[in-house]
Nanobody, 124 residues
C-alpha cells in the first residue's frame, strides 16, 4: 500500500485545513487509518484514528472538538478536517494504515504503511 498525504499549508490561527490521504496499490477498506503528527523538535504523536468500518473514531485530547477524521472507502481516501487551528498544531502530519488492537490504536508500531507527510503551519 502506498499512501500519499496532501492538503497541508500555511494558515492563520483560527483557520481550517483539510488533509487527504490517498491510497494506491491496495484497498484501504480493511485497514484502520490514523493520522500522526511531528511538531518541530518533538517526537511524533498520535492525532486521530478511524476504524476500518468508519464507525469508531478517536482523538488526542488537544484536538477533540476541532478535528474530524473520516474516510471514503470507495475513493480509497482518508481525511482529516482541521478547524480552529492553533499555532501548537504546527507539525508535519502523517497518515498511516494498519490493523491495531483496540488498546494500541495510538501506537505507531501498530501501523504498517505510512505516507510521506504534509506540513501544516499555523501562524499566530
Amino acid at each position: 500500500v502506498q499512501l500519499q498525504a496532501s492538503g497541508g499549508g500555511l494558515v492563520q490561527a483560527g483557520g481550517s485545513l483539510r488533509l487527504s490521504c490517498a491510497a494506491s496499490g491496495s484497498t484501504l477498506s480493511s485497514y484502520t487509518m490514523a493520522w500522526f503528527r511531528q511538531p518541530p523538535g518533538k517526537e511524533r504523536e498520535f492525532v486521530s484514528v478511524i476504524r476500518s468500518s468508519g464507525g469508531s473514531t478517536y482523538y488526542r485530547d488537544s484536538v477533540k472538538g476541532r478535528f474530524t477524521i473520516s474516510r471514503d472507502n470507495a475513493k480509497n481516501t482518508v481525511y482529516l478536517q482541521m478547524n480552529s487551528l492553533k499555532p501548537e498544531d504546527t507539525a508535519v502530519y502523517y497518515c498511516a494504515a494498519g490493523r491495531p488492537i483496540m488498546s494500541a490504536m495510538s501506537s505507531e508500531s501498530m501501523y504498517y504503511y505510512w505516507g510521506q507527510g504534509t506540513q501544516v503551519t499555523v501562524s499566530s
